[in-house]
């Protein structure tokens, strides 16, 4: 199994930065592709960003391009998503998620995902 553990969420004016957090833990990890994604209430599941297992990003939403990255500390099992020039259209919840370790390629997909964080709130005021 694996544990993912979001941190790093808040309230930031728009144009602001943040960096979220994902720790990773678990028996079967092994720097499985994994995914950043938001959700709006009412709205579906939105994937961001993407990293393979390789460690190249992959998958950018349009609406991250250019402003959000995603890396990642093997040393710390920590994937990180940095946002930048945020807007208050990025107001959202993000999880982080992970595939299963048979997999080497991110998708844009949610059910594509087994292991899911709990979450944390991304509010950008005006």
């Known amino acids: 199994q694996v544990q993912l553990v979001e941190s790093g969420g808040g309230l930031v004016q728009a144009g602001g930065s943040l960096r979220l957090s994902c720790a990773a833990s678990?028996?079967?990890?092994?720097?499985?592709?994994m995914g950043w994604f938001r959700q709006v209430p009412g709205k579906e599941r939105e994937f961001v960003i993407g990293?393979?297992?390789?460690?190249?990003?992959?998958g950018y939403a349009e609406s991250a391009k250019g402003r959000f990255t995603i890396s990642r500390d093997i040393a710390k099992n920590t994937c990180y998503l940095q946002m930048n020039s945020l807007k208050p259209e990025d107001t959202a919840v993000y999880y982080c998620?992970?595939?299963?370790?048979?997999?080497?390629?991110?998708?844009?997909?949610?059910?594509?995902?087994?292991?899911w964080g709990q979450g944390t709130q991304v509010t950008v005021s005006s």
């Open positions: 998620a992970a595939r299963g370790s048979q997999y080497t390629t991110t998708s844009s997909r949610a059910n594509d995902y087994d292991y």
């Open positions: 678990g028996r079967t990890f092994n720097w499985n592709p």
């Open positions: 990293i393979s297992r390789s460690g190249y990003s992959t």
